[in-house]
């Protein structure tokens, strides 16, 4: 579907019911395409996209002790000598 920025301006409820029902609509200004919109993803989606694997889980595997006793040490303030 194709609309202008008058049409976006003036009807963006039914813009945006065509986009619920998964339509994608170009948004044209003085007859160039200047933006699409898309149906946004849901949340269920986006996070079937990521990877299997985290690199960076486990980071504290090595780790003796509470977490919380480590970062308050690393917070305590420093002295200069």
Known sequence: MEATTKDMRL????????VDRGEEIEITYRGQLRARLVPYRARSEATQARPAHNPLFGLWRDQTGPVDEHIRRIRQPREFD
């Open 11 to 18: 009807h963006s409820r039914e813009l945006l019911a065509a």
